[in-house]
């Protein structure tokens, strides 16, 4: 018997994790101290009161013989399905109901969706990322190249059509950097892919952040994108659904590579490898599309976007350089004093008891740089800048 080997190619924890056991041995030794958790992106705004009574309702059907459920369609109730696509239709993206596959949410299949390709493809992957791209590669034992994402490039980096690749990742609005691809930016991306026969893997998790309507929230904006792309979607962000878990990822009808549907692939491997998404939770995500759902989740991305104000202002005002914050919930900044990412993380909590992410846990291009999320408490987050902005280096 012999183990994936691949695993030993891995840093010894996923990257949350390490800070999570930083934090707690830190707190553990001072227990007393006032620790400002401002790392792993994970919201503190409670589920919509409309998506609460959604689940609520579902919960009672659940508890009667008339209109109880039990195993639900695989790929997602058709429900679901159709407000996804109603969703997208409202900024002029059409997609079929049955393009769209309900999931437990897009970390799952960003991981999963690797099933559908050959081990030796090679992949391209910015750098810095989240980092659940390349540890997944890892795992199989992929070819990683890396497109570098610099501060120079503001972090979006463009095709270099001297590489070959075959699955891409892109990730707009980027976590960490913030950064959000322009219409031409994704189209270079989506010509590339087109050229070399490639499939893009488009995370979109951050599209609700988009506050410009001439950026694009889907890659399915983009003409030629249906021909060359998958897209990731999910609740967590837009609906405070990082504990209640639902996603969704969009696979286009025509989409094929070597006379294989990938649609059809990816549904043959979601009735094999997946049970579909608990009747309640996806009965509480429809509810985040309807006319009070919207309004309510909206008073929730507009709280964290005033979080991003008050952390853009406060590094503003400790001459601290950063991108981010605008169209996403991340800022990242450039360490203080020439710190390196994890001498910066250790010096924060330590000093002020702020926790953020160090850069350098999303690759090689993120050393020297810091992130840290707006999905915080609102006087936590003002409190953690004042902190922040009285320690000098
Ligand atoms: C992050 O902090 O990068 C996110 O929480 C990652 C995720 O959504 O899994």
């Known amino acids: 018997m012999r183990v994936n080997p691949h695993y030993r190619e891995l840093a010894e924890s996923y990257l949350f994790s390490t800070i999570s056991r930083k934090v707690k041995e830190y707190q553990d030794a001072h227990p007393d101290a006032a620790v400002i958790r401002l790392g792993i992106g994970d919201v503190t705004r409670p589920l919509a009161p409309a998506v609460v009574e959604a689940m609520e309702r579902a919960a009672a059907e659940q508890g009667e013989a008339a209109t109880f459920r039990g195993y639900g369609p695989e790929q997602g109730y058709p ?145 030629g994108a249906r021909d060359c792309a998958i897209e990731f979607g999910s609740f967590s962000k837009m609906a405070g659904f990082t504990g209640t878990r639902c996603g969704f990822t969009i696979v286009p009808q025509g989409l094929t590579r070597e006379g294989m549907s990938l649609a059809g692939m990816w549904l043959r491997r979601q009735t094999t490898k997946f049970n579909g998404v608990p009747y309640i939770v996806q009965r509480g995500a429809e509810a985040v599309f309807t006319p009070h759902g919207l309004t309510q989740i909206q008073e929730n991305l507009d709280y964290y976007r005033e979080n991003a104000r008050v952390i853009m202002a406060g590094l503003t005002q400790a001459g601290i350089a950063f991108t981010g914050g605008e169209h996403s919930p991340y800022l990242w900044l450039r360490c203080p004093g020439g710190l390196d990412s994890w001498s910066y993380f250790d010096r924060l909590l330590q000093e002020a008891q702020v926790v953020g992410t160090p850069g350098a846990g999303f690759g090689r291009n993120g050393e020297g740089y810091f992130r840290l999320t707006a999905f915080g408490d609102q006087d936590a987050t003002r409190q953690a800048m004042a902190r922040l902005a009285a320690l000098r280096f």
Request: aromatic content about 14%.
């Open 79 to 223: 429900f679901l399905r159709e407000a996804v696509a109603a969703y997208y239709a409202g900024f002029g993206v059409e997609l079929s109901p049955e393009e769209v596959f309900i999931s437990d949410g897009a970390k799952s299949d960003l991981g999963n969706i690797l099933d559908l390709f050959a081990a030796d493809n090679t992949v391209l992957i910015p750098d810095p990322v989240y980092p659940v791209y390349v540890d997944t590669n890892r795992m199989a034992g992929r070819p990683i190249l890396f497109a570098d994402a610099t501060w120079e490039n503001g972090f979006l980096p463009a095709p270099d059509p001297a590489v070959k690749a075959d699955i891409i990742y892109i990730c707009s609005p980027n976590n960490p950097t913030g950064a959000v691809y322009t219409r031409e930016g994704l189209q270079a991306w989506v010509d590339y892919a087109l050229a070399q026969d490639a499939v893009i893997l488009f995370d979109a998790a951050y599209a609700c952040f988009i506050q410009d309507p001439a950026l694009p929230r889907s890659i399915y904006e983009i003409p």
